[in-house]
Nanobody
Framework: VQLQASGGGLVQEGGSLRLSCAASGSIFSMNVMSWYRQAPGNQRELVARITTGDFLDYADSVKGRFTISRDNAKNTVYLQMNSLKPEDTAVYYC???????????WGQGTLVTVSS
């Protein structure tokens, strides 16, 4: 499984960005697609998760501001980020797994910087 994340950049507080994660390889069994982030000095944390049954899960800190979605025809997962805050600054990673708790495949990360 190969994951290619893109869409990061520099944005002002209150702005928006959309991250994309293009998947290729043996992805037919990857039922769970997720976005994680890691800020300097912090552990990597789950931001949002979507399953093949369209179960959605969000970190409390992003609920109401971020939306995860998937386009199965394009094998791509998106993270729409609105009302961005400086504390959202981090490297964002997409991940794929067959089920929650299984081995996780990672993309290379894309940097999001929110200026105040």
């Amino acid at each position: 499984v190969q994951l290619q994340a893109s869409g990061g950049g520099l944005v002002q507080e209150g702005g928006s960005l959309r991250l994309s994660c293009a998947a290729s390889g043996s992805i037919f069994s990857m039922n769970v697609m997720s976005w994680y982030r890691q800020a300097p000095g912090n552990q990597r944390e789950l931001v949002a998760r979507i399953t093949t049954g369209d179960f959605l899960d969000y970190a409390d800190s992003v609920k109401g501001r971020f939306t995860i979605s998937r386009d199965n025809a394009k094998n791509t997962v998106y993270l729409q980020m609105n009302s961005l805050k400086p504390e959202d600054t981090a490297v964002y990673y997409c991940a794929a797994e067959r089920y929650i708790g299984d081995r996780r495949y990672w993309g290379q990360g894309t940097l999001v910087t929110v200026s105040s």
